[in-house]
């Protein structure tokens, strides 16, 4: 079968993850895979999509004297389905992100819905509400054309029903699957700034936005030596490592904040490192280090750095919301607990206490993602869709 990708920007987002492995496992499951994309380069992309036929169509501006930024969007989508359209060959589009391009398409379409557009965005003034409005609607009529969508959770799958009232196509649940072969192959490295002495190692890896809550790890952190003795706390050590944009004014803010945070919270520098987004290499490493992650995010439509740390072997705290609730086990692979900072303190100490086996649930949380999460069962479970759109 003759499948094409269609996705905005192919860098190295989430999204664009997905769509690799999506791409990846079409072609291993023995169709002719090409991807079409409005920007793609090679020094900004995945090292396994330069693996496949790809067409960049970028012939419409990004913004329009930098505003409108998402009609633009639309409108690059649309251009790239239109090249789609009349000058390839395919069976079946699976296009994701933007849904306005769906009209176009003459072949069966898949829609992988990441997360409703129109809940991501702010509508400060009433000129951006307006044509937020005009935006939206469309988003809504085009995904329900698709001939099957899909989400990355059961948490998207009921915020979508819930935003999308008029959708009456089933929903089915493709979990993103992770590329086990980088972690198979990472060979330990040393991190600067964790002392020898480190022997319990708690980490945060997330963006520097405030909806992360990242704030949250650093006041567990500080609560902690309420509840483990003086002596083992000096043993303990908190990582904060996150992706940092220096030019995102928000990154720039949120990670000064973090760290005055700590400081007032008297936590002695010696025990707190903060790094600015770490190399893939070093997250790895410091998954293996850790005696747990503590994810802090609420409502986060899927989550990968909790997969990321049970296939490490590393036990994860993550908020009782959100895409978590349905990878985490809670109290097999890790804990899940109320977003407060004393939940997550009273798990950490049990861990330290020995109250819990921290490797055990570690072992436990690489056979869940074996189960759950690998390439085989991605395949599978794409591979059922297909045969779902071309049965209907």
Same mark, same amino acid.
């Given at each position: 079968?003759?499948?094409?990708?269609?996705?905005?920007?192919?860098?190295?987002?989430?999204?664009?993850?997905?769509?690799?492995?999506?791409?990846?496992?079409?072609?291993?499951?023995?169709?002719?895979?090409?991807?079409?994309?409005?920007?793609?380069?090679?020094?900004? =992309?995945?090292?396994?999509?330069?693996?496949?036929?790809?067409?960049?169509?970028?012939?419409?501006?990004?913004?329009?004297?930098?505003?409108?930024?998402?009609?633009?969007?639309?409108?690059?989508? =649309?251009?790239?389905?239109? %090249?789609?359209?009349?000058?390839?060959?395919?069976?079946?589009?699976?296009?994701?992100?933007?849904?306005?391009?769906?009209?176009?398409?003459?072949?069966?379409?898949?829609?992988?819905?990441?997360?409703?557009?129109?809940?991501?965005?702010?509508?400060?003034?009433?000129?951006?509400?307006?044509?937020?409005?005009?935006?939206?609607?469309?988003?809504?009529?085009?995904?329900?054309?698709?001939?099957?969508?899909?989400?990355?959770?059961?948490?998207?799958?009921?915020?979508?029903?819930?935003?999308?009232?008029?959708?009456?196509?089933?929903? %089915?649940?493709?979990?993103?699957?992770?590329?086990?072969?980088?972690?198979?192959?990472?060979?330990?490295?040393?991190?600067?700034?964790?002392?020898?002495?480190?022997?319990?190692?708690?980490?945060?890896?997330?963006?520097?936005?405030?909806?992360?809550?990242?704030?949250?790890?650093?006041?567990?952190?500080?609560?902690?030596?309420?509840?483990?003795?003086?002596?083992?706390?000096?043993? =303990?050590?908190?990582?904060?490592?996150?992706? %940092?944009?220096?030019?995102?004014?928000?990154?720039?803010?949120?990670?000064?904040?973090?760290?005055?945070?700590?400081?007032?919270?008297?936590?002695?520098?010696?025990?707190?490192?903060?790094?600015?987004?770490?190399?893939?290499?070093?997250?790895?490493?410091?998954?293996?280090?850790?005696?747990?992650?503590?994810?802090?995010?609420?409502?986060?439509?899927?989550?990968?750095?909790?997969?990321?740390?049970?296939?490490?072997? =590393?036990?994860?705290?993550?908020?009782?919301?959100?895409?978590?609730?349905?990878?985490?086990?809670?109290?097999?692979?890790?804990?899940?607990?109320?977003?407060?900072?004393?939940?997550?303190?009273?798990?950490?100490?049990?861990?330290?206490?020995?109250?819990?086996?921290?490797?055990?649930?570690?072992?436990?949380?690489?056979?869940?993602?074996?189960?759950?999460?690998?390439?085989?069962?991605?395949?599978?479970?794409?591979?059922?869709?297909?045969?779902?759109?071309?049965?209907?």
């Amino acid at each position: 079968m003759k499948v094409t990708f269609v996705h905005p920007d192919l860098g190295i987002g989430g999204a664009e993850r997905l769509v690799v492995d999506a791409a990846t496992a079409m072609r291993m499951n023995g169709h002719r895979v090409v991807i079409v994309t409005n920007s793609y380069s090679t020094s900004h =992309c995945f090292e396994e999509s330069k693996n496949f036929e790809i067409k960049s169509v970028d012939v419409f501006p990004r913004t329009i004297f930098n505003r409108c930024a998402a009609l633009c969007a639309y409108i690059r989508m =649309c251009i790239a389905a239109l %090249y789609v359209a009349f000058a390839v060959e395919t069976d079946l589009v699976f296009c994701d992100s933007i849904s306005a391009c769906i009209i176009i398409f003459r072949a069966k379409i898949i829609y992988y819905c990441h997360f409703p557009d129109l809940l991501l965005t702010d509508r400060e003034t009433f000129v951006k509400t307006v044509y937020r409005s005009f935006i939206d609607r469309i988003e809504e009529w085009s995904t329900g054309m698709a001939d099957l969508i899909c989400v990355n959770s059961k948490f998207t799958e009921e915020v979508a029903q819930a935003t999308f009232k008029s959708l009456t196509k089933k929903l %089915y649940v493709l979990y993103p699957t992770l590329n086990t072969q980088f972690f198979d192959d990472c060979q330990p490295t040393e991190i600067d700034g964790i002392p020898e002495s480190a022997k319990y190692i708690f980490v945060s890896i997330n963006r520097f936005e405030k909806k992360k809550r990242v704030g949250l790890a650093i006041e567990a952190f500080g609560i902690l030596i309420k509840k483990v003795p003086e002596e083992v706390y000096r043993n =303990c050590f908190l990582v904060i490592a996150g992706g %940092y944009d220096k030019n995102n004014e928000e990154n720039l803010l949120h990670f000064s904040e973090l760290r005055e945070h700590a400081v007032d919270l008297k936590i002695p520098s010696k025990q707190i490192l903060f790094l600015k987004s770490p190399s893939d290499e070093v997250k790895v490493q410091l998954l293996r280090q850790a005696l747990t992650v503590l994810y802090t995010p609420s409502r986060e439509h899927f989550g990968i750095v909790p997969v990321e740390a049970m296939y490490m072997k =590393c036990c994860v705290i993550a908020v009782n919301s959100g895409g978590p609730k349905e990878s985490v086990d809670d109290g097999v692979t890790g804990f899940l607990v109320e977003p407060n900072a004393e939940e997550f303190a009273k798990k950490m100490a049990m861990l330290i206490g020995g109250e819990r086996d921290a490797k055990r649930m570690g072992e436990a949380g690489y056979r869940r993602v074996i189960d759950m999460f690998s390439m085989t069962k991605f395949r599978d479970s794409l591979e059922k869709i297909v045969e779902i759109v071309f049965k209907d």
